[in-house]
């Protein structure tokens, strides 16, 4: 099978040229050299805006490359595992767009189209430094006035906030304390009055120290009307949906920086010899490699199924996007952690690789809501997953074009894109299926996932409803409820897509808890691919198998 998104990851990091060549704008000894002095990729971003890379954060209904959401995560992923600080400040345009992609007129959706096209940058003003993830509580506010709205207040800690040519800010329009009482501008800051804003100071950060993390404040700024994306009121609710998109193909960054960490440690491993052989030989090195291998292959699989998932199960991805922005980075984290101990005290050195990768993949897990958010987020929606569950609702239609990845996905439609999913979620709803189906390839494996999933909805079935000071243990639930979702898409990956059984019961035990010695048979599979610049993909592996 060939898989289209593979090939544009490889023509990009064909046309990104050799990251080990420091004669390279973008090599690694570059970022580096700029992450050392707290400096912009300028002339990165520059590249890729040569490059055309732009065109994949703009919809092809509107001129642009985006046809399927998987693209823009292989773009993502394929910048990522370079350098995550150039993959935020280059990424971070879609991000700044997306709210016009969902919800903006054709008018609007068409003149942002032209500058991303251009490559200005654009920017996402959400937080404000006394209110945090608290959204609704943000004061910045937007008020009529003449033909227009007069916008004051200051957002901070915004990426791109300086560098930004345009910010989408959301807003109070309402003074009152509810989910219709803030909006969304698309603020062209070349138009704004003199005086109408100025930019905050760069934040220092743990991780991505060059980035632009800053902010901006408005002073009387007057925007016109036809600046407002959507209705008035509609900001939240707009934000939300577009998150769902943006909060899936976090996975990318995962995916990214987790591919770059098992690759350099790995080489590390190879290369030093420890009581008279390879380190990489080592019983014990050996093993958190191979267990950091299988850790990737399930944070892909979910995240493959998942980005497809956008354009097939759409109405369900308020559940999946926050389940994948909370696991991913999750289990790639320990990933990295894991693999720091292979290094020992070369982990610490703060002019390394990979103490700049630790350091900058911490970062994944707080924006676009970070762990607690999410995890909220899936509480919030355990009564209709129970539902889902005991009924065994499941699109199968959307579920099958979504986890086979030689089917193509139709046009992504965003009107589809919904607060609450209403049908839960069919990939956790097809397990007491496609377990039983599929009982005879690992029937330890597949029967311990099936009670796991009935005693998960059994304990969720029990909890009532909290709207404020939700309790630990119900965090807890939607933890595991992730982790359930996990070993789905591996079991649907697994059967839709070819890989062995091997694969399977890997993954499900990386998962689930517990050790498969059958781990130990990965390694031979990663050393293969050690020298080879195409992602360490499950498709990679099933290709050696």
């Known amino acids: 099978m060939t898989y289209r998104p593979f090939a544009l990851a490889e023509r990009i990091e064909d046309a990104l040229g050799d990251p080990a060549d420091e004669g390279n704008v973008f090599s ?146 309402s003074p009152r304390s509810e989910a219709r009482c803030h909006s969304l501008f698309l603020v062209d800051k070349h138009r704004l009055p003199s005086g109408g804003y100025h930019h905050l100071p760069k934040v220092r950060t743990h991780g991505v120290r060059g980035a632009d993390i800053s ?58 010899r420890m009581f008279g052989r390879p380190l990489i030989e080592l019983p014990q090195t050996a093993r958190v490699l191979a267990e950091s291998y299988a850790d990737l292959m399930v944070a892909e699989a979910m995240t493959l199924v998942s980005t497809r998932a956008i354009h097939t199960l759409t109405a369900e991805q308020s559940v999946i996007s926050a389940v994948v922005k909370y696991y991913v980075p999750t289990i790639v984290d320990r990933a990295v952690n894991r693999l720091a101990k292979v290094l020992g005290a070369r982990a610490l050195l703060t002019d390394g690789p990979f103490q700049k990768l630790q350091r900058d993949h911490r970062i994944v897990g707080i924006f676009d809501g970070n762990t607690l958010v999410n995890l909220n987020a899936v509480v919030n929606q355990f009564s209709g997953l129970v539902r889902g569950y005991r009924r065994e609702r499941v699109d199968h239609d959307g579920l099958d074009v979504a986890a086979g990845l030689d089917l193509a996905v139709p046009a992504f439609e965003p009107d589809r894109l919904s607060l609450l999913s209403r ?25 311990r996932l099936r009670r796991y999933a009935d005693g998960l909805h059994a304990e969720l079935a029990r909890c009532r409803p909290v709207a404020r000071d939700v309790p630990p243990e119900m965090f807890d639930l939607a933890r595991r409820y992730a982790a359930g979702y996990a070993a789905a898409a591996c079991l649907r990956m697994w059967a839709d897509n070819g890989l062995d059984t091997l694969w399977l019961r890997v993954c499900l035990a990386r998962v689930l808890g517990g050790r498969d010695e059958a781990v130990d048979r990965l390694l031979p599979v990663l050393r293969e691919r050690l020298d080879d610049r195409r992602p360490l993909s499950l498709l990679a592996y099933r290709s050696t198998h």
């Open 28 to 173: 690694v000894s570059r970022c580096l050299e700029l992450d050392g002095r707290e400096e912009f990729p300028e002339d990165i971003c520059a590249h890729l805006d040569k490059l055309g890379l732009p065109r994949f954060y703009v919809p092809v209904e509107h001129g642009g490359d985006l046809d399927t959401y998987e693209n823009l995560l292989q773009v993502i992923r394929t910048l990522s595992r370079r350098d995550f600080t150039v993959a935020l400040a280059h990424c971070k345009t879609y991000l700044g767009s997306v709210a016009t992609w969902v919800a903006g007129t054709p008018g609007q959706a068409e003149g942002l189209a032209r500058r991303v096209l251009r490559g200005e940058v654009v920017s996402l003003a959400l937080t404000e430094r006394d209110h945090g993830s608290d959204v609704l509580a943000g004061r910045v506010s937007a008020t009529p006035s003449g033909a227009g709205y007069r916008i004051d207040g200051e957002k901070w800690l915004i990426n791109n906030a300086t560098r930004g040519d345009l910010v989408c800010v959301l807003a109070r329009t």
């Open 215 to 272: 902010g901006i404040h408005f002073t009387g700024a007057e925007v016109p009307a036809d600046a407002m994306i959507g209705e008035p009121g509609a900001g939240l609710e707009i934000l939300l949906k577009g998150l769902q998109i943006t909060r899936t193909l976090c996975g990318g960054m995962s995916l990214g920086m987790g591919e770059h960490a098992l690759r350099f440690v790995a080489g590390f491993a190879e290369r030093h």
């Open 423 to 447: 049908g839960g979620c069919s990939l956790v709803q097809d397990l007491p299926a496609r377990t039983g189906a599929a009982m005879d390839a690992a029937p330890e494996h597949l029967g």
